[in-house]
């Protein structure tokens, strides 16, 4: 007879459990101290249930530019790390370069994808120039 009162606390627990995943974590705290089954109730899912997601276009329309202007601002940073670098060591490969640069960068941002970039710029403008070798 315990075994039996143990399984039909499982199957209790196991229902709580199963009602309080489809709860948001307010609804889940708030239902959490109150609900309780009965062993004759059963749940199941809904195949119908569609979830969806709208992202409003005035929301897009801010955040765009807003990280463009980011990317904008954060060129001469990098700029001036890469000219810092180089006129301390005259000579380094591209790799080093880069990584050097990301680990001065690094307690302000991840410039990983802009650097390669910004080191073109400064070919381009003649503050930096290729080996020719």
């Given amino acids: 007879m315990a075994r039996a009162a143990a399984t039909d606390g499982a199957v209790l627990a196991n229902q709580r459990t199963l009602a309080l995943q489809g709860a948001g974590?307010?609804?889940?705290?708030?239902?959490?101290?109150?609900?309780c089954f009965a062993s004759k109730d059963c749940f199941s899912t809904n195949p119908s249930y569609v979830y969806?997601?709208?992202v409003s276009l005035a929301w897009r329309s801010y955040v765009v530019p807003h990280i463009l202007q980011v990317e904008e601002d954060r060129k001469p940073q990098i700029e001036a790390a890469i000219v810092?670098?180089?006129k301390a060591r005259k000579r380094?490969?591209?790799?080093a370069v880069v990584s050097e640069v990301t680990r001065q960068l690094a307690a302000r941002f991840?410039?990983?994808p802009a650097v390669k970039k910004r080191i073109e710029s400064l070919i381009e403008r003649?503050?930096?120039e290729r080996d020719p070798n």
């Fill in 25 to 35: 974590s307010f609804l889940r705290r708030l239902l959490c101290s109150w609900l």
């Fill in 52 to 54: 969806t997601i709208v």
């Fill in 84 to 86: 810092r670098i180089m």
């Fill in 92 to 95: 380094l490969d591209h790799n």
């Fill in 110 to 112: 991840l410039p990983n």
């Fill in 126 to 128: 003649e503050f930096l």
